[in-house]
């Protein structure tokens, strides 16, 4: 099992830029496959990246595609994502999710933080 904490969230103006932190609990964290999805109101919870144990496959919604990098220290046991070029409509609760393969459904996942918001001024 694994437990999941976010931080980095916030208000930030558009075309500006913030950098998204999970934590993660216990010995296993680099055994898993991590993802970031986010939820803003009124609609469902979206996928917006995933990689794989080692860094070698990522995946990035097309609406993210060469503004978010999603990434990983297995050594210090944190998930990241970096959001450049923030847009409105990126404005969400973020979360992050581990699970044991590449996914971009929420059923891929098994361990969920809290959640994390991210605010993006016009």
């Known amino acids: 099992q694994v437990q999941l904490v976010e931080s980095g969230g916030g208000l930030v103006q558009a075309e500006g830029s913030l950098r998204l932190s999970c934590a993660a609990s216990?010995?296993?964290?680099?055994?898993?496959?991590m993802a970031w999805f986010r939820q803003a109101p009124g609609k469902e919870r979206e996928f917006v990246a995933t990689i794989s144990w080692n860094g070698g496959t990522l995946r990035y919604t097309n609406s993210v595609k060469g503004r978010f990098t999603i990434s990983r220290d297995n050594a210090k046991n944190t998930l990241y994502l970096q959001m450049n070029r923030l847009k409105p409509e990126d404005t969400a609760v973020y979360y992050c999710?581990?699970?044991?393969?590449?996914?971009?459904?929420?059923?891929?996942?098994?361990?969920w933080g809290q959640g994390t918001q991210v605010t993006v001024s016009s």
């Open positions: 999710a581990a699970g044991s393969s590449i996914a971009t459904m929420e059923g891929g996942f098994d361990y």
């Open positions: 216990g010995r296993t964290f680099s055994s898993y496959v």
